[in-house]
């Protein structure tokens, strides 16, 4: 073996990679060879110096900090195509028939929602088949699960924690808007029912979180 | 899945398959065995604590997005460290270089501070500190080689996977880089 082949092999026998045979074959010549010799003890001491050089571990916080992006993203669903594509247009019917429902309530006369709220739900016949307890059930049914449902399909990355609360905010909002409109506008209210109806809202929350986690999960998509 | 139980003593590969399947514990598990090494590398390879958690925590979450495209047969430790290198390359080319400039200067204040130590622990520091700056100063592909020999815990054959080249190169690279600054050192 040549000299520069042998110091070449340095770094291995400081790694202690080298085979046993080889290695032996590079002490072998270092005993015979004193210059080869010296490059080795002197690259020995750096790389004993390198040894010296502080290693620092990362901060406490850093493990925490990564895990819990981590299960962030273990437990974010992907979703298809399709769904991404229906859930951008779900979410522009949402708006228009929200914009449209406010050109309505502005533009009828107050009256005129009255009647077309005691024709549409609270009417005669409605009544007749329904005791009003199951109809704002129902009602509250409709404010809890909607929201929660739409939202979740069509504003964030779904996640079990991000979904439930984005849902339970919009069904607050959204309940915020309309409940008082029917406590406090259609004839025959009772007190008691501000209770059935929020009970409503409070299934039908949990039902629609509950309800859109799994179907998202159902339509998940793996990474190509 | 989630609720299946990992076992502590699995393979990195198999640990990484469990990943795949949406295992918390399995990614926490390859965490622990892997981030002091990966971090010791960054530190030392880009100078910045702050900079160097930002890329450890980078890494990982890389290695979590990316899982489907991780294949039985890739040797995991060379996959992570790849992933790793690749985000220093990029902190690299984009950081500015007066500011790795000020750390080294900070460092080798802090190793030639006589306050600290009597006077043989004073030469020690000051040559460790001549040792961290010469080191720096190694062109990207010894230094990068030498730091990952020393302390990552890989061997040639990894290395040359993660540099994309061939152990004998790495080997030739870091016998290069330990000449260098053995000769850098006796000189001053």
């Given at each position: 073996m040549n000299c520069e082949l042998i110091k070449v092999n340095i770094p291995?026998?400081?790694?202690?990679?080298?085979?046993?045979?080889?290695?032996?074959r590079v002490l072998r010549h270092m005993e015979e060879c004193t210059v080869c010799h010296?490059?080795?003890?002197?690259?020995?001491?750096?790389?004993?110096?390198?040894?010296?050089?502080?290693?620092?571990?990362?901060?406490?916080?850093?493990?925490?900090?990564?895990?819990?992006?981590a299960r962030e993203e273990l437990e974010s669903v992907k979703?298809?195509?399709?769904?991404?594509?229906?859930?951008?247009?779900?979410?522009?019917?949402?708006?228009?028939?929200?914009?449209?429902?406010?050109?309505?309530?502005?533009?009828?006369?107050?009256?005129?929602?009255?009647?077309?709220?005691?024709t549409l739900i609270l009417n005669e016949a409605f009544l007749?088949?329904?005791?009003?307890?199951?109809?704002?059930?129902?009602?509250?049914?409709?404010y809890g699960l909607v929201p929660i449902s739409i939202s979740s399909i069509c504003f964030q990355k779904p996640s079990k924690k991000n979904q439930t609360l984005m849902g339970l905010g919009a069904s607050?909002?959204?309940?915020?808007f309309l409940v008082p409109f029917f406590i406090l506008q259609c004839p025959g209210f009772e007190v008691g029912l501000i209770f059935i109806m929020a009970l409503g809202i409070v299934s039908g929350s949990l039902s629609g979180a509950t309800g859109t986690i799994w179907v998202l999960n159902k339509v998940r998509v793996e990474d190509s | 899945m989630q609720g299946n139980k990992i076992n502590i003593q699995s393979t990195d590969e198999e640990l990484m398959l469990d990943v795949q399947n949406g295992s918390m514990a399995a990614f926490e598990i390859l965490y622990d065995r892997y981030h002091q090494r990966l971090f010791h590398f960054i530190l030392k390879f880009l100078r910045e604590r702050a900079l160097a958690e930002d890329i450890l925590q980078e890494t990982f979450?890389?290695?979590?997005?990316?899982?489907?495209?991780?294949?039985?047969?890739?040797h995991f430790s060379t996959y992570?460290?790849?992933?790793?290198?690749?985000?220093?390359?990029?902190?690299?080319?984009?950081?500015?270089?007066?500011?790795?400039?000020?750390?080294?200067?900070?460092?080798?204040?802090?190793?030639?501070?006589?306050?600290?130590?009597?006077?043989?622990?004073?030469?020690?520091?000051?040559?460790?500190?001549?040792?961290?700056?010469?080191?720096?100063?190694?062109?990207?592909?010894?230094?990068?080689?030498?730091?990952?020999?020393?302390?990552?815990?890989?061997?040639?054959?990894?290395?040359?996977?993660?540099?994309?080249?061939?152990?004998?190169?790495?080997?030739?690279?870091?016998?290069?880089?330990m000449l260098t600054l053995k000769q850098r050192l006796k000189s001053r």
């Open positions: 291995s026998l400081l790694t202690e990679e080298l085979p046993a045979d080889e290695r032996n010296q490059e080795m003890v002197d690259l020995e001491k750096t790389w004993a110096l390198m040894d010296q050089w502080e290693t620092e571990d990362p901060s406490s916080t850093i493990k925490a900090r990564i895990m819990a992006t979703i298809a195509w399709w769904l991404s594509l229906a859930r951008f247009f779900i979410f522009q019917t949402v708006l228009g028939a929200l914009g449209f429902s406010m050109i309505i309530y502005l533009a009828l006369p107050y009256n005129k929602i009255i009647n077309l709220c005691e007749a088949l329904f005791p009003k307890g199951i109809i704002y059930f129902f009602l509250g049914l409709f607050v909002v959204f309940a915020a | 979450l890389r290695l979590l997005k990316g899982r489907k495209k991780y294949r039985i047969g890739y992570l460290f790849t992933i790793g290198r690749n985000l220093c390359l990029d902190a690299l080319k984009t950081w500015e270089r007066s500011h790795i400039l000020v750390s080294q200067e900070d460092n080798i204040m802090r190793a030639t501070d006589p306050s600290n130590s009597p006077s043989r622990m004073l030469e020690e520091a000051e040559m460790v500190g001549m040792l961290e700056n010469e080191i720096q100063k190694l062109p990207q592909d010894q230094r990068e080689v030498l730091i990952f020999s020393k302390y990552s815990g890989l061997s040639f054959k990894e290395i040359a996977l993660i540099v994309e080249s061939t152990p004998a190169a790495v080997k030739q690279k870091v016998y290069r880089a």
